[in-house]
């Protein structure tokens, strides 16, 4: 089994920062990819951004590409998401993903997930 725990969510007014942190225990893979999906309310669970357990690769939906930044440290099984100039649009449950397998953008049951972050973003 597989624990993620995500941190950091908040309340931050629009145009402000918020950096999330996921921490990953218990059962890992190797070549452990890690990422980001979140859902807001009445919407379906997108995703958001992934990265490659080398941090080498990295994934970003379209239209959060140029605001944020997903990174990895491998050596505390943790993954990162800082966000900038954040909207109201943003506001949503970020949860943190790991895959045992090939990076999707699905939000497949077969992805580890965890139990979910709250950011909520003030015009």
């Known amino acids: 089994q597989v624990q993620l725990v995500e941190s950091g969510g908040g309340l931050v007014q629009a145009g402000g920062s918020l950096r999330l942190s996921c921490a990953a225990s218990?059962?890992?893979?190797?070549?452990?990819?890690m990422g980001w999906f979140r859902q807001a309310p009445g919407k379906e669970r997108k995703f958001v951004a992934a990265?490659?357990?080398?941090?080498?690769?990295?994934y970003y939906e379209d239209s959060v590409k140029d605001q944020f930044t997903i990174s990895v440290d491998s050596a505390k099984n943790s993954v990162f998401l800082q966000m900038n100039r954040l909207k109201p649009e943003d506001t949503a449950v970020y949860y943190c993903?790991?895959?045992?397998?090939?990076?999707?953008?699905?939000?497949?049951?077969?992805?580890?997930w965890g139990q979910g972050t709250q950011v909520t973003v003030s015009s």
């Open positions: 993903v790991g895959y045992r397998s090939v990076i999707t953008t699905t939000p497949s049951p077969d992805l580890d």
């Open positions: 218990g059962r890992t893979f190797d070549n452990y990819a």
């Open positions: 990265i490659s357990a080398s941090g080498g690769t990295t």
